[in-house]
């Protein structure tokens, strides 16, 4: 006897946020979800209904398979990685797209910040490309998507012949760069890019390295700086760990660095639960702005800055310095080191508070 496939979905599933009306947020609570018989890419989108984003299943997630999945008090973000969890994958969240594929494309976020990092170095910051929205239709193959992808954002994509030829269901990717655009298809096939020429205008298709990382220093939390790189090599054991002085210096995905930045537990054990400062992302452009003023607008945010006022003028720094920086999809810290850097200042941040110093020597 076939089985009859049972939905029950409650609260923020239904996809309107319960203050506003408007789209639901990720992060939203969601009561209740049970899940029997459902097929896998419809489960996936039900979840995704309402959050105002697009939705990406990898080529290597069957998207026919039978979904069985009980859920209590979680949010919408809790239930796409558990449905990419049950998928044997993981669920990767770029600016307004849910990409779903398997642990060998854990490398996709931090693959689409190192080559954005590349193009702000090419590029000037006023010719930088737009965000706009891009898709394409059932039976389409990627490489004519690529070959799409390049005409929409102006750009010579070399090193097609690397990409199989597959069919593809249609997809939209709202309000994508051309970086996360290109990411999004070629990491489905191991591969990612590289940049060719002058200007940003031309790529070349290659492999994914078999190391990918970014590198980071973080600050010793919960005792010395020996102790908390150990924490750190026990809950993160694919991660590159090291005493720098004061701090740790860690190369690791930006899925690890947004844990350590949000903290482990007593035990190293498990990342705390982030707050909402911690999930929020940032994209500005920032030209010729006193530091002052950008330290102002951050802390309507919520944040509080303190400094020692006369140890910033023994080092020569004066926070009306006007500077100038980009950060795109940026976590809070990656937003405070980009206005630090040209200051030559460090930074301190525990939950809201932010304590600048000047950079050690």
């Known amino acids: 006897m076939s089985r009859v496939p049972h939905v029950l979905v409650l609260a923020i599933l239904t996809g ?26 419809q489960a996936f989108e039900r979840a995704n209904a309402g959050l ?7 080529r290597r997630i069957d998207p026919s398979a039978s979904v069985d999945l009980e859920l209590a008090n979680t949010t919408n973000r809790g239930v796409l990685e558990a449905l990419a969890k049950e998928s044997g994958g993981v669920a990767r969240f770029v600016g307004k797209t849910t990409y779903v594929g398997p642990p060998k494309s854990a490398p996709l976020r931090t693959l689409i910040r190192l080559r954005s990092e590349e193009l702000r170095k090419r590029v000037p910051r006023k010719d930088e490309p737009n965000r706009r929205t891009f898709g394409w239709d059932d039976f389409s193959t990627p490489r004519d998507v690529l070959t799409r ?10 090193g ?13 990717l709202p309000d994508v760069t051309f970086v996360e655009a290109a990411s999004l298809v070629l990491i489905q096939f191991d591969l990612t890019f590289e940049w060719t020429g002058e200007g940003g205008r031309a790529v070349r298709v290659v492999p994914v390295p078999k190391s990918v990382g ?32 004061r701090r740790v210096r860690v190369f690791a995905l ?45 802390e309507q945010t919520g944040l509080t800055f303190t ?15 006007k500077i100038t920086f980009a950060v795109e999809d940026a976590t809070i ?19 809201a508070s932010v304590r600048l110093t000047p950079k050690s020597p």
């Open 16 to 41: 309107l946020h319960p203050a506003t009306g408007g789209a639901a947020e990720l992060d939203d609570a969601v009561p209740l979800v049970r899940w029997s018989g459902v097929a896998r890419r």
């Open 52 to 58: 105002d984003r697009g939705l990406l299943l990898d």
């Open 149 to 158: 992808l390049g005409e929409t954002f102006g750009r010579t994509i070399d």
């Open 160 to 172: 097609l012949d690397a990409v199989p030829h597959d069919l593809w269901a249609g997809a939209e």
């Open 214 to 245: 970014l590198e980071s220093l973080h600050a010793a939390k919960g005792g010395t700086p020996a102790e908390f790189a150990a924490a750190l090599q026990k809950r993160f054991p694919e991660a590159r760990v090291e005493v720098a002085g």
């Open 254 to 298: 930006l899925e690890t660095h947004d844990a350590i930045r949000v903290g482990v537990d007593d035990e190293g054990e498990n990342p705390r639960e982030p707050s909402p400062l911690d999930r929020q992302r940032f994209t500005l452009r920032i030209q010729d702005v006193p530091a002052s003023a950008l330290v102002k607008r951050l």
């Open 307 to 321: 400094a020692d006022a006369g140890a910033l003028r023994k080092a020569g720094i004066d926070l009306d310095t």
């Open 333 to 351: 810290d990656e937003l405070l080191r980009a206005m630090c850097e040209p200051l030559k200042l460090d930074f301190e941040r525990r939950g």
